[in-house]
């Protein structure tokens, strides 16, 4: 008969390897979640940059539009 603290023992050591192998799945699906969060909100930030881009460019050609149309009617 084995003795408790074998069994024991033994339990645990079974129990390391799928333990481990669990515990890199989610430390993976974790990376790939912040991975993904930082793609996310960088595409966000971008497109925020693009369109005070845009805007600028609009807001200078109405600016230079509006300069030309006072000078012909002075």
Do not use: D, R, W, Y
């Amino acid at each position: 008969m084995l003795p408790m603290v074998g069994l024991s023992n033994g339990e645990n050591i079974g129990l390391a390897p799928p333990f481990a192998m669990a515990s890199t799945f989610v430390m993976m699906a974790n990376s790939i979640g912040l991975l993904m969060e930082n793609a996310t909100v960088n595409q966000h930030n971008a497109q925020q940059v693009q369109i005070a881009s845009v805007t600028q460019c609009c807001s200078l050609m109405i600016a230079v539009g509006a300069a030309k149309a006072t000078k012909k009617v002075g």
